[in-house]
């Protein structure tokens, strides 16, 4: 037997993704989206509302940062979600957050985080807020990556947003192969 809940915007993991913009002045900015992914190839889509500042400040830079929120940090990922940069211009330093300018856009890289896709806007769409954004760099701190330099998943402890009990959930557990287990049902 199932239960039905009718229209939900529920899903499994959620990501918490915290986007950098800079602003007018060349601070930085940063909210929390809680709808996004991956889109295309080399692509990820993120829900911004057009009323946010992040959103304005995409389309005038026609750059962004999706930096992946982590269990270290579910604090300043949850404040940066809920005090819009609209009302306080200290948004960002009051989150605790420092940036660093990402090399390849015109966009902020949040130090702190573990993992941040760098892109260049591609598209926007007014109606739904829905933003897409060409992938032109992956980068991720040192103490995040394996012994062979690749980025360890256990160590990213990337957090999910839990939209039925409004909690964040830490990533980690080893649940399978991808590409591998499958076989034993050829």
């Avoid at 909210?31 to 959103?55: E, P």
């Avoid at 897409?132 to 160590?155: F, M, Q, T, W």
């Avoid at 399978?176 to 287990?181: E, Q, R, S």
């Amino acid at each position: 037997m199932r239960k039905n809940f009718g229209v939900q915007t529920w899903l499994y993991p959620m990501p918490v993704l915290i986007i950098g913009t800079y602003n007018d002045d060349g601070s930085p900015n940063v909210m929390n989206a809680a709808w996004g992914g991956i889109h295309d190839t080399n692509q990820v889509g993120v829900c911004i509302d057009v009323g946010h500042k992040t959103s304005r400040n995409i389309l005038v830079r026609k750059c962004f940062t999706v930096n992946v929120g982590d269990a270290a940090h579910v604090v300043a990922c949850d404040y940066v979600g809920i005090v819009s940069g609209n009302n306080d211009a200290g948004k960002f330093e009051k989150s605790g957050f420092h940036a660093v300018m990402s090399e390849v856009v015109d966009a902020p890289v949040i130090e702190e985080l573990p993992l941040c896709l760098e892109c260049r806007l591609v598209s926007h769409d007014p109606s739904s807020g829905y933003t897409v954004g060409e992938i032109v760099n992956v980068s991720a701190p040192e103490r995040v990556l394996d012994e062979n330099g690749n980025i360890d998943p256990a160590k990213v402890e990337a957090i999910t947003f839990d939209p039925v009990h409004h909690k964040y959930l830490k990533l980690g557990e080893v649940a399978g192969t991808a590409f591998k287990d499958g076989n034993a049902l050829k």
